[in-house]
T-cell receptor, first 111, second 119 residues
Framework: QKEVEQDPGPLSVPEGAIVSLNCTYS??????FMWYRQYSRKGPELLMY????GNKEDGRFTAQVDKSSKYISLFIRDSQPSDSATYLC???????????FGSGTRLLVRP | GAVVSQHPSWVICKSGTSVKIECRSLDFQATTMFWYRQFPKQSLMLMATSNEGSKATYEQGVEKDKFLINHASLTLSTLTVTSAHPEDSSFYIC???????????????FGAGTRLSVL
């Protein structure tokens, strides 16, 4: 069983839709949670990072962490074609320096 | 925000030659830099971790003699693929972790990646 599970997609939605991306994890020692966006043949770009359970909002993006369920989500409101990319969840333990990535979800927002 | 510059973005080389990839943190000092490899439609695979002034720590299965890492300063790390072969063709990405702050220390900022094609 992988430490971090993420549906690879692809997820195809019409422009303007609300997108929900999710990851589950098995190790309760993970303390920091991040979402990265990666365009084709580019490096990952940090979108959101959170430490505690709850919601964190930044513009059209909302990151949600539920440590009791070991479940994290990223919501994208009013999705745009420019949001089409692969979204990677990542997490890290307080005692470690290694990022553990999900496999990434490919998102396609249709005009 | 934190910017990591990676160069070159794309390199084509002949089998048996060596290729050097540079990774620079432009607006912050990086205590630690990381090198990843990514195959098409797969997630990032950590190859090695380097701290300024010390030897790199390689992940299991990564040949340290083939992938030479040098972290000479707090803003520069290099990865040299020695005697490259076609199976080394891949997308290589570096990241850097900053110095200050409780949360900031855990965040990695990524370069744009280097696409290596070995003929």
């Amino acid at each position: 069983q992988k430490e971090v599970e993420q549906d690879p997609g692809p997820l195809s939605v019409p422009e303007g839709a609300i997108v929900s991306l999710n990851c589950t994890y098995s190790n309760s020692a993970f303390q920091y949670f991040m979402w990265y966006r990666q365009y084709s043949r580019k490096g990952p770009e940090l979108l959101m990072y959170t430490y505690s359970s709850g919601n964190k909002e930044d513009g059209r993006f909302t990151a949600q962490v539920d440590k009791s369920s070991k479940y994290i989500s990223l919501f994208i409101r009013d999705s745009q074609p420019s949001d089409s990319a692969t979204y990677l969840c990542a997490m890290i333990m307080d005692s470690s320096y290694k990022l553990i990535f999900g496999s990434g979800t490919r998102l396609l927002v249709r005009p | 925000g934190a910017v990591v510059s990676q160069h070159p973005s794309w390199v084509i080389c002949k089998s048996g030659t060596s290729v050097k990839i540079e990774c620079r943190s432009l607006d912050f000092q990086a205590t630690t830099m990381f090198w990843y490899r990514q195959f098409p439609k797969q997630s990032l695979m950590l190859m090695a971790t380097s701290n300024e002034g010390s030897k790199a720590t390689y992940e299991q299965g990564v040949e340290k003699d083939k992938f030479l890492i040098n972290h000479a300063s707090l803003t520069l790390s290099t990865l040299t693929v020695t005697s490259a072969h076609p199976e080394d063709s891949s997308f290589y990405i570096c990241s850097a972790r900053g110095l200050a702050g409780d949360l900031a220390k855990n965040i990695q900022y990524f370069g744009a990646g280097t696409r290596l094609s070995v003929l």
